[in-house]
């Protein structure tokens, strides 16, 4: 079965992924640590920013 979201818990991420134009289409709290989750849709442009943003965390 192929994945059709992402959930994002990082704030840094989010704003990464908004710099790149890449923006939400859901939010909500977590029920436990009330923390954000940003939901995107699973497309080739946000699988290309994962790549690179893990690209960038190995540096």
Known sequence: MEKKFYNCYS???MM???ENEIL???MFFHDETNKRIWVYK???KLS???RKWTAMKNV
């Open 42 to 44: 699973l497309d080739d």
């Open 16 to 18: 990464f992924f908004a």
């Open 24 to 26: 939400p289409i859901d």
């Open 11 to 13: 704030p840094k991420m």
């Open 48 to 50: 290309n920013l994962l």
